[in-house]
């Protein structure tokens, strides 16, 4: 818990000064952000679907395991990027709010530009919405494979017999290896590799908050 206070605090200040110039961007329409960010709002409020709290979890490790902690951008995560390209390896760092962001405004030009515009909107929108809400908003929109945009197409078109870990997991897994319309073996072994990695971190973090229950159990 204490671990988690001090992390939140690291990411206020990071943040602070994004913070700031985003605000002043929305006040001026820099870059049109007052537009792309009432479409983002738009977006989360004509969302009606609401989903198991094992999926949220599963999107959390999947994609944005500091998501509690960062308030839309995950600035330790960046600078883990940046090393990562000096070293010549690629590693991405965006966050549930960026990833929301960029499904709803449709820009994905590889430039620092766009990816300034996305950082500043990501934080006016953890602003505005819960995490609950981007990521229930951005499940209902994201790209899962062909003709699947959303969990709910990804479900018609499954059919799934049974909704547990093995699928959610699978569901997320989806996100970073979208389902192409004709599966192949080197898809299928990632896209398996990816959600025992995916499961595998929800057991893990269950079993540590298990252990962390019982403990504070025993010293009351």
């Known amino acids: 818990m204490a671990k988690r206070t001090v992390l939140r605090l690291v990411y206020l200040l990071l943040s602070l000064p994004m913070i700031a110039v985003a605000i002043l961007c929305y006040l001026f329409n820099f870059g049109n952000v007052r537009l792309y960010y009432k479409q983002c709002i738009n977006a989360a409020r004509k969302n009606n679907k609401t989903y198991s709290q094992e999926l949220i979890q599963c999107l959390y490790f999947g994609e944005d395991k500091r998501g509690q902690s960062h308030l839309g951008v995950d600035y330790i995560g960046v600078f883990r990027a940046i090393l990562s390209i000096v070293k010549g390896q690629l590693q991405g760092a965006s966050t549930i709010e960026q990833q929301f962001v960029r499904t709803v405004i449709g820009r994905y030009e590889r430039t620092l530009t766009r990816k300034l515009l996305e950082q500043l909107l ?23 494979g062909t003709h699947m945009q959303g969990v709910t197409s990804l479900c018609d078109r499954l059919a799934p017999k049974s909704y ?57």
Request: glycine share 2%; hydrophobic share 40%; net charge positive.
């Open 122 to 144: 990501s934080h006016l929108v953890c602003l505005r919405l819960t995490k609950l809400q981007i990521a229930e908003s951005y499940l209902s929109i994201a790209f899962f």
């Open 164 to 220: 547990d870990l093995s699928f959610y997991a699978g569901v997320v897994a989806r996100l970073k290896y979208p389902q192409p319309k004709r599966e192949s073996q080197v898809w299928a072994a990632k896209h398996l590799n990816r959600t025992e990695w995916i499961m595998r971190q929800y057991n893990s973090a269950n079993k540590a908050f298990k252990t962390d229950s019982q403990r504070s159990a025993f010293s009351v």
